[in-house]
């Protein structure tokens, strides 16, 4: 394809990190709609959205993400081994995103909750965007780690690709929110929801494919090949670095996903607000990280991945305890989500440089350029935080006896924030203990890129004396 490559340099770097404006996107409009939309309008049971959402991003989660990093690390085309999955699968990932958001109910709420074929509905559909989101997501995911070597570079890449996320995430669950109340007042519930789900999927879609500007792949790595897949897993899931960095990660998106779940809910019956408040709420968010990225990155290239990563994720959790626990109304929401903003900008800008170290080290020891199946591996991991998320927004609403649709009492309020508070807590102690033992400090870190530029660099010098031999 003509456009494919098209952009070098930084615009290069700034288009393909475009893609991550589709990923955040799609991923937290599901994320902070999905179960408010089946429960809350569609009114289907609670406890079936939960396990529905175990279902979707558990179980069958648990099948194609790993099965998507392998057949991308093993696939041959002219166009590369990540970007034909890019290419090819967005437009079907767009069209079972927007079936996601017309469930088989007419124009009215289910006058029976517990009603098994939209529960199925809801399950399958479902399923059939994770697949083909993962293996865009996968295929796009790659690239980086794969273009990008340096951790100066590695890092500038990832301003762009936050500041791509911080807009898709402005634009799903800040812009997103007011786009649906006026197509819901226009055009009635269940069509406003629709429509905006095809507003989403397009500019969700178009992002990825227009990330494909800035993507190339070096034939060297492709040339290379990978593992058989029995060895792939096995090397893959002994991994102490993978291990704890995948953890760390999970633990990090539950919190994430858990803030853009509860977010309608606790606007609208803690904070007396609106579903149009969570565009308020969430606002600040996106404008203090992209304000303080460049900070960000000078800590991590001065302290490292490990030591930054700790800082700014134990900071964002205790304001985020502070907006859960006190914020009563909508302005004291918005000073808790500044502060929580600053220190979620480090988490989200360093996050995504734990798996590039991962794999640097793995190609240290196999040889291989594995990013496929790491990734893969990385996306069946973190999709469980949505799973969590559905088993946490069970426990929350079980426990507190919250009713859907009515002002709810003050002692059901106290219990949704103590009980949100606790699933943020448990998070927290999960990410602590596995980046105390993850072992790719910035010592060693160091040590792996010099060995691995040695390698390359004798490599390259018995390639060229073989070319000699040959000419």
């Not at 609670?46 to 959402?53: E, K």
């Not at 990540?82 to 069209?95: A, D, G, K, S």
């Not at 980086?144 to 990832?158: I, N, T």
């Not at 670095?241 to 977010?263: D, E, G, R, Y």
Request: glycine share 8%; hydrophobic share 50%; proline share 4%.
């Amino acid at each position: 394809m003509f456009f494919i490559g098209r952009l070098r340099g930084r615009l290069g770097k700034i288009a393909y990190g475009m893609g991550n404006l589709g990923v955040a996107l799609l991923y937290h409009w599901i994320g902070t709609f999905l179960i408010y939309f089946y429960v809350d309008e569609v009114r289907l049971d609670p406890s079936l959205v939960g396990l529905g959402f175990l279902l979707a991003y558990g179980i069958w989660n648990a099948i194609n993400d790993p099965i998507a990093g392998y057949v991308s690390d093993r696939t041959r085309t002219r166009w590369g081994r990540r970007i034909p999955y890019v290419l090819f699968f967005t437009p079907l990932m767009i069209l079972f995103f927007i079936l996601i958001w017309c469930p088989p109910v007419g124009n009215a709420s289910l006058q029976s909750p517990y009603n098994v074929w939209v529960f199925l509905y809801f399950t399958v559909i479902t399923g059939f965007f994770e697949l083909f989101y993962t293996f865009v997501n996968v295929g796009w995911n790659s690239l980086f780690p794969e273009m990008f070597q340096k951790l100066e570079e590695r890092a500038e890449v990832s301003i762009y690709r936050q500041v791509a996320a911080m807009f898709g995430i402005l634009t799903g669950i800040t812009f997103g929110p007011l786009i649906l109340e006026w197509l819901t007042e226009s055009y009635g519930t269940f069509k406003g929801w629709f429509l905006t789900g095809c507003i989403m999927a397009s500019i969700g879609g178009g992002a990825f494919l227009a990330s494909l500007l800035g993507s190339r792949e070096q034939e060297e790595f492709s040339a290379k090949g990978t593992l058989p897949i029995k060895e792939a897993l096995n090397v893959t899931l002994t991994n102490k670095s993978f291990l704890t960095a995948a953890s760390c990660i999970l633990m990090i998106s539950w919190i994430w996903s858990l803030v853009s779940a509860i977010a309608p809910f606790v606007v609208t019956y803690m904070l007396e607000g609106t579903v149009g408040d969570v565009a308020v709420i969430s606002a600040p968010i996106f404008f203090m990280g992209i304000f303080f990225y460049p900070l960000w990155r000078k800590i991590c290239i001065r302290y490292g991945v490990k030591k930054t990563l700790t800082i700014s994720t134990l900071l964002s959790v205790l304001f985020l305890l502070s907006f859960i626990l006190f914020a009563s109304n909508i302005f004291e929401g918005i000073i808790a989500m500044i502060l929580y903003g600053f220190a979620n900008s480090g988490v989200t800008l360093v996050r995504e440089l734990l798996i590039p170290d991962v794999i640097d080290e793995d190609e240290l020891k196999t040889g291989f350029r594995r990013e496929g199946i790491y990734l893969g591996m990385t996306t069946f991991i973190d999709r469980f935080a949505l799973a969590l998320t559905g088993a946490s927004t069970t426990f929350i609403f079980t426990m507190t006896d919250f009713t859907p649709g009515l002002i709810q009492p003050r002692e059901v309020i106290l219990n949704m924030r103590i009980a949100i508070a606790m699933v943020a807590i448990v998070a927290l102690l999960g990410f602590l203990t596995s980046i105390k033992y993850y072992p790719l400090g910035s010592e060693r870190v160091s040590e792996i890129k010099r060995k691995l530029e040695e390698l390359r660099a004798r490599a390259q010098l018995n390639s060229s004396r073989t070319n000699l031999e040959y000419s």
